[in-house]
């Protein structure tokens, strides 16, 4: 009993250590000496539409020790010749070191992320691309939700419409209203004669 739980134990272990790598592989390593940075999204899959942010964790190159002082640092997501500055905050009292600057993803597309100011005392200029963002339709279920760009699309041309249906209904209202003083006035031209 006790090789059956060892055995399912250390498969487990196995599994879990083959699979780290393969989340880890999804955010980009990169050296600003004397620092490494792991940028990536914080939930992966990244969603058009969906809450999530850039995950960034600091640490020294030398000794692997997490950075605490990058209240200087500013980071812009960029994408479609847009740029937006974000707030970045610790990830957690937990999590020394990781960083995150939430915002919502709103175009299918990859992502750049805009590394300025200072680490520490030492100044930062870098630039790194991220994973697309994709649509969440393929992860849908049921049924998949209209995008929101196809529902602003569709808002715009019911207000169209809405807007042509109050001008023809207000002509026809006027139209009518003459139409109806028009008569009264026959009808009273009519008894005079």
Not at 39 to 47: A, M, N
Not at 59 to 74: I, Q
Not at 108 to 122: C, M, N, Q
Request: proline share 6%; charged share 15%.
């Amino acid at each position: 009993m006790r090789s059956k739980i060892f055995g399912i134990a250390l498969s487990a272990a196995v599994v879990a250590a083959l699979a780290l790598p393969l989340v880890a592989a999804a955010h980009t390593q990169i050296t600003v000496s004397p620092y490494t940075l792991e940028v990536g999204w914080v939930d992966e899959p990244p969603l058009v539409g969906a809450k999530n942010g850039v995950s960034i964790g600091i640490v020294t190159t030398a000794d692997n020790k997490p950075v605490d002082n990058v209240s200087t640092l500013v980071v812009t997501i960029s994408t479609g010749g847009r740029d937006k500055q974000l707030e970045l905050g610790p990830a957690g009292e937990d999590t020394p070191g990781q960083y995150i600057a939430d915002f919502i993803p709103t175009v299918r597309g990859v992502y750049a992320v805009k590394l300025s100011g200072k680490i520490e005392s030492t100044d930062v200029n870098t630039s790194v691309d991220i994973e697309e963002a994709v649509d969440a339709a393929s992860l849908q279920f049921p049924e998949p939700l209209p995008d929101a760009a196809a529902l602003s699309q569709a808002l715009s041309q019911a207000q169209t419409s809405a807007s042509n249906a109050n001008s023809v209904a207000t002509i026809g209202i006027v139209l009518g209203v003459l139409g109806i003083l028009i008569g009264g006035f026959a009808v009273l031209r009519g008894r005079r004669a």
